[in-house]
């Protein structure tokens, strides 16, 4: 391999390391929890974002997306129609609106990934369908994973419940590990076959977070160059964990108290 550089191979993480990475899950997932307190219509994806940065920093913790690969904000804030890393601003949130918030913190040099979708209000019935089937999926992929299950099994079970429901699954972007670093081998996909893919092992620790489509899968990319959004303009909703293979299940490591 060359000089330099940090093993492509999924790195096994020690107890010590488990309990670092759960505590900044902890943290993320507090801050979705805070979200949950703050985030309403009229308020602007910008506003929300200073008090993520400002919620976690209080936490001695680091927003992981700032200046990220170039990333100007603390969150991801994508609406409707918006798959993922929507950069927050000046647009509104409104009454009606599916707004997915992604958070990654680093505690203690390890990181925590954790999204949610939040409903603003009374929100269509088709967005309320399509982002609580979006939540289901991410925890009946969760529920496959164990020591000796695979990739591929997780891919299968989040196809297996959403497709039968007109949605799709986006391809371009996948989970991953999380350690000392953001991303990680392997690479989880939200698609593909049971009993196929690189078998999981005790200590290993990467996020699942589906992006799921009302409509077909296909995304472009806007000019800011982080936008993603729905090529048919339909809507999208995604949640992601950070999971630890453990035994005979999985540990889900952003979670909060409640
Ligand atoms: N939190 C995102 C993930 O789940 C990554 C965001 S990278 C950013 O992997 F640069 F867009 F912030
Ligand atoms: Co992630
Ligand atoms: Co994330």
């Not at 107890?15 to 993320?28: C, H, P, Q």
């Not at 994508?78 to 009606?96: A, C, D, R, T």
């Not at 371009?172 to 698609?191: A, I, T």
């Not at 589906?210 to 995304?219: F, K, R, V």
Request: hydrophobic share 40%.
């Amino acid at each position: 391999m060359p000089r330099g550089r940090r093993p492509r191979v999924i790195y096994i993480k020690t107890a010590a390391e488990i309990d670092k990475i759960r505590r900044s899950g902890r943290l993320a997932s507090r801050t979705l929890d805070y979200v949950g307190t703050v985030i309403k219509p009229g308020m602007t994806t910008g506003k929300l974002d200073r008090l993520i940065h400002d919620f976690i920093r209080s936490h001695g913790a680091v927003p992981a997306t700032l200046g990220y690969k170039g990333f100007p904000a603390s969150s991801c804030i994508s609406v409707n129609n918006v798959v993922v890393h929507g950069i927050p601003g000046l647009q509104k949130i409104q009454e009606g609106d599916i707004v997915k918030v992604d958070v990654t913190t680093i505690l203690d040099g390890f990181f925590g990934d954790t999204c949610r979708t939040y409903k603003i209000g009374e929100v269509p019935p088709n967005a309320a369908a399509l982002a609580d089937a979006t939540y289901e999926a991410m925890m009946i992929a969760i529920a496959t994973v164990r020591n000796g299950s695979r990739l591929g099994d997780i891919g299968e079970a989040i196809q297996g419940h959403v497709e039968p429901r007109g949605y799709s699954v986006v391809r371009d972007f996948v989970g991953h590990g999380v350690g000392k670093e953001f991303h990680e081998p392997p690479s989880v996909l939200h698609y593909g076959k049971r009993g196929s893919g690189v078998k999981l092992r005790d200590g290993m620790i990467f996020t699942i977070e589906p992006m799921i489509n009302e409509g077909d899968w296909q995304i472009d990319v806007l000019g800011d160059g982080w936008t993603a959004v729905t090529r048919d303009g339909k809507l999208s909703a995604q949640f992601e964990h950070t999971v630890l293979v453990d035994g005979p299940g999985a540990e889900i490591l952003t979670l909060s108290a409640d």
